[in-house]
């Protein structure tokens, strides 16, 4: 019986061993400082499904910085704010999360009305602020200031990129849809230009813009239809683009005429066999297109998580947090200006392919893929085919441009 007990008691200890020993090789947050990362979100309205999809993207990105030990040894926590598409909100939240919460850094909204909203007062309280989902031009541009960076192409880049595309398809009349907003016509406005600078026989020969969220696409695609387009650049959402194109169908705009739009992975998902085969499309990032180690371990995490492939949007929000991360570690610090310092000309290898962020606007060189929309067998939805990418370097703004506008 003693012996018995004897070795019980042995058993007891040496488990007791192990645990204490494993306590004390894992990460302890209790007597560290929590790094807190504000997300100004858009989440109420048509925002929610792009926002759930960046959110489960920056939870696998929070909990693989936080299993490797943190940032600077430091547990990073999400904040979230919904700025309900409201651009006063927007500005009022971050400067809550800024001042109140204590944030030491911040990612921006969809909107682009609410990021131009948020920026400013980022610049006010000098506070590192990553946008990956709005994209609109002036953030950048004329707008852009010291603590903003982007990982996105903007609707300059945007509207270069589709001129470029088309004019090696040789169209010379063209319509373009948008909706009245700023991101609308700030990438038409810059298709419109690239355009007359690359193919001057070219010419737009319909402009109509709509509401977003606009329903009945009637009347915009009889006005499309009359004006005899060869093919129409669609500056419309993924849901309002899905019922563009039913609608477009029914009423006999395809297939005669070609298409080309954002037709991201929420596109295809949300037409399903509706949508339309040989059509042209382009993405900012297209899973099945992105064959690096980062993005097939990225896909199997999300994959298991919530059974969904990656969006854009959570792509972007991804690479944006983990080349904050990059840079923290470069710097060893935390404070701002010596992570701007780290960010300046950084080079990562995000799940996009290695990229690098421009030292004087804070813009990664993130470009954008064209191809033809297809039944692919490997999915039970639709993707592009024989896809061609082009550059971020070779479509941002001159220097020279921007700071004039700045001035």
Known sequence: M?????????????????????LQATPSWADKKIVKLGFVADITGSGFLITLSQRKALEIGIEEINSSGGLLGRKVELIIRDSQLK????????RNLILRDRVDFLIGPTSPSVALAVSPVCREYKKLIFFHAANDERITAEQGHRYLFQVIPNTYMEGRAVADFLSGKAFKKIAVIGPDIEYGQSAANAFKKRLSEINPTAQVVKEVWTKSGEQDNGLP??????????????????????????????????????LVGLFDYDLFKGLGKDMIPNLYGFDRAPFYDLNNPQMKTFLKKLRTRTGEYPSSWAVTAYDGLMVLKKAVEKAKALETEKVIQALEGIQWDSLRGPLFIRPFDHLANCGIYFGISYKNPKYSFYTLKD?????????????????????
Do not use: H
């Open 87 to 94: 651009p006063e909100l927007g500005a009022a939240l971050t």
């Open 2 to 22: 003693f012996l018995y007990r004897s070795k019980i008691l042995k058993e007891i200890l040496f488990c007791l061993f192990v645990v204490s020993f494993s």
């Open 387 to 407: 896809i061609t990418y082009i550059p971020g370097q070779n479509l941002w703004q001159p220097v020279g441009e921007i700071k004039a506008m700045r001035k």
């Open 221 to 258: 695609i009889a006005a499309i239809i009359s004006a005899r387009p060869e093919v129409v650049y669609a500056l419309l959402g993924s849901g309002d683009l899905a019922g563009f194109i039913r609608q477009g169908r029914a009423l006999g705009l395809f297939p005669g005429t070609r």
